[in-house]
Nanobody, 115 residues
Framework: QVQLVESGGGSVQPGTSLRLSCTSS????????MGWYRQAPGKQRELVAV???????NYADSVKDRFTIARDNANNMVYLQMNNLKPEDTAVYYC?????????WGQGTQVTVSS
């Protein structure tokens, strides 16, 4: 079982930045694809960004050029730098670890963007 713990959420104004962090208990963290998902009220959970274990990353079109995912394999951490936040980014953000058919989730951290 892999435990994931997110931190860094909060309430911010449009146009500002936040950085989310996620720490993993996985023994071989480097093998996992690490992602961030979000779920807004009344909507389905959606992929925001994923860092592939072998290198590379993918982003949802809605966050490209604003969000950056980064991982620190030495410290079992993954980050989501969110710049130029918009009200539509308001959601609970979940850290995800994926290894073949094994999927793990964190408890989520709330991000609210409002003026």
């Amino acid at each position: 079982q892999v435990q994931l713990v997110e931190s860094g959420g909060g309430s911010v104004q449009p146009g500002t930045s936040l950085r989310l962090s996620c720490t993993s208990s996985a023994r071989e963290f480097w093998r996992y694809d690490m992602g961030w998902y979000r779920q807004a009220p009344g909507k389905q959970r959606e992929l925001v960004a994923v860092s592939i274990s072998g290198g590379g990353s993918n982003y949802a079109d809605s966050v490209k050029d604003r969000f950056t995912i980064a991982r620190d394999n030495a410290n079992n951490m993954v980050y989501l730098q969110m710049n130029n936040l918009k009200p539509e980014d308001t959601a609970v953000y979940y850290c995800n670890a994926r290894l073949f058919t094994l999927w793990y989730w964190g408890q989520g951290t709330q991000v609210t963007v409002s003026s």
